[in-house]
């Protein structure tokens, strides 16, 4: 057992404009909004964090490297960018970013990347709460879950 409290993010691009098709098909299932899982601005991720206490904890990114503004702009962000932590491309490789993902106490991911989709259910499976994965903003601005757990196992959701 391991006393380290960690927060995992996968950072999914898609491939660009299909990713965003992708991305606004999942917004109207699911309610969520259609590029902040894409965008990752640090204002996101502290919604999600700084209720949970998180944000003094380290945070991983899991990346495919198509977009490295998502890391450019967590690195200077002056919260998050201290305990942001990087996997060098070269010790990424699928087992470990499944392992870093599912392993966490926190995981932030994009609803329409299976990879984020096998790391939420897995840990569902596990017993594991806070997947971060359906979100927008409400009436007063702040970032609120559109879509439970539940959402992640449901076809007319996931497509």
Not at 4 to 9: E, L, P, Q
Not at 11 to 30: D, F, I, Q, V
Not at 108 to 135: C, E
């Amino acid at each position: 057992e391991t006393d380290v409290i960690y927060t995992a993010i996968h950072n999914r691009h898609l491939e660009g404009a299909p990713g965003l098709r992708l991305m606004k098909k999942m917004a109207r299932g699911s309610g969520c909004h259609p590029t902040a899982a894409l965008d990752l601005n640090p204002e996101y991720i502290k919604a999600i964090l700084r209720p949970l206490g998180m944000l003094k904890n380290p945070i991983v990114l899991i990346t495919d490297g198509e977009n490295p503004d998502v890391a450019q702009r967590l690195l200077v962000d002056p919260e998050i960018g201290p305990v942001l932590r990087l996997v060098p491309e070269s010790a990424s490789w699928i087992g470990g970013d499944l392992t870093l993902g599912i392993m966490s106490n926190v995981f932030i991911g994009n609803p329409a990347s299976t990879f984020s989709g096998f790391i939420a259910r897995s840990r569902i499976a596990l017993g594991f709460g806070q997947n971060h994965l359906f979100r927008a903003r409400n009436d007063n601005q702040e970032w609120v879950s559109t879509c439970g757990d539940a959402c992640i196992f449901d076809k007319g959701v996931m497509g």
